[in-house]
């Protein structure tokens, strides 16, 4: 296992290749065995495979081409509502419309998508993390039909690789890693850690073709904007609020 | 690894033996090829092994035995800090103190801990997560060092295993997994869903030692109330906006 994922890349394109129910649900199951807050499993997994269902889901991850290709399309929510509907028809006051409860539910959610991605990869399957859900979440909701109490926070494309793309670079280990307490990087550590990055071709190329100074500004100037991010913050505040976590 | 995910136990005592500096390194490095959002890997990851250090961070943890007798606490934490001042350093400016950017690092910081989990427990170690990382937020900063736009989001312990519980139950697939649409459920079909978990004697037991009429009371009433939630949800706004995230 330390082989698949030492060796993984994330996968875009998939054979028209279907994934079988067996193989699906063994995945499944197995990542329910994912550690979860109190044993509550506050979350729930929306499997697409319906075309036309792909179809109304695309837009809301800006049309990437993997969701209609892919053979699977996971969403994986937070959910309060099975658990307190539970509580409610045992006589329990539920008291989970609150920020920390969605943390919980969300935790509980990514950590099973990864175990289910660590699984599929190393079943041969290609996966692609989408985090759109959490920019149109609205859109998302109304084509599963996702209650109160219910949100996306991560949606995973599955299907078995056309592709073999190179590896993407990481970070040096320390860059990412603080021992005992959290330490400052002088800007020379900065220089020396974003080095290798800043270096490669390919981003070279990158801040090129946005017309860039730094590879830097290609993230906050065209990927990952102040604006943009504002906005899609103020959306998500608002739908949390509809969904009834705030 | 089917095997060591399907035989998963969460492990709360551990022999007093150390976990070498290697195998600790390979683990970490192996977890940071994890997705991450846009490949900014806007985590950090805080490893404790002073005992001093284990000592400080347990009040945060409520004083959960297992942080003191781990061999490793591991605090996994957004970290938009160190990506904001590169950007900074290279003429660019970052606008990453929002919402959005909390929940894309906390996603980061989540898939890496859970690749982390399943690599370490298929080497032998066992682990804990401490979801009061986000309970007690402004401690783990304090004792940790953590500077704006830095949030613990969930803590592990590692150690090897001292003991080897039964594993704990698991609602039916059907419970957590939906086909195409959010499908609600019938009270018949909570009854049913629920029925295995109701009627575990470890549950009984559980509910008659709270004095509860249903198992679902002693998780509204006691381990994770209306009251306790909203109050941790309150300081959870508050720390999110000191640390620049809201």
Redesign the interface.
């Known amino acids: ?2 082989e ?3 060796e ?1 890349r ?1 996968v875009r394109k998939y054979l028209q290749k279907d994934i079988s129910e067996d193989l699906l ?2 995945l ?8 979860t ?5 506050v ?8 075309a036309g ?1 792909k179809e109304k889901l695309a837009p809301a991850h800006f049309n990437q081409p993997m969701v209609k290709q892919a053979s699977v399309v996971l969403t994986f ?1 937070t ?1 309060f509502h ?2 307190s ?3 409610r ?8 419309d ?4 969605f ?2 539910a ?2 509980d959610a ?2 099973v ?3 289910f ?3 599929a990869e ?1 079943a041969g399957l290609g ?1 692609c ?1 989408l ?1 759109t859900a ?2 149109n979440p609205q859109q998302i909701i109304d084509v ?4 109160e109490l ?1 949100f996306p ?2 949606t995973v494309t599955l299907g078995y690789p056309d592709e073999h793309p190179a ?5 040096p ?1 320390e ?8 330490h ?2 002088s ?1 020379e550590d ?2 020396r850690l ?1 080095h290798t990055k800043e270096s490669l071709p390919e981003n070279k190329q990158y801040v090129a073709e946005n017309k860039k ?5 290609v ?3 065209v ?5 943009v ?2 906005a ?2 103020a959306n ?2 608002e739908i949390l609020k509809k969904q009834k976590f705030l």
Chains 1, 2 share one sequence.
């Open positions: 296992m330390f698949s994922v030492k993984r994330t649900n063994d499944l199951e197995t990542s329910c065995r994912t550690a807050v109190g044993n509550m499993q979350y729930s997994i929306v499997v697409t495979r319906d269902m929510c959910d099975r658990f509907q539970w509580c028809e045992r006589n329990a006051e539920p008291g989970y609150n920020l920390l409860s943390l919980n969300a935790t990514l950590l998508a990864q175990t991605c660590t699984l190393e996966t993390y985090g959490i920019y599963l039909g996702l209650p219910v926070v991560i590896q993407v670079d990481r970070l280990l860059a990412v890693v603080h021992t005992e307490h959290y400052s990087f800007p900065i220089d974003y100074e730094t590879l830097a500004q993230f906050t100037d990927r990952y904007t102040k604006r991010n504002e899609l913050s998500l505040l």
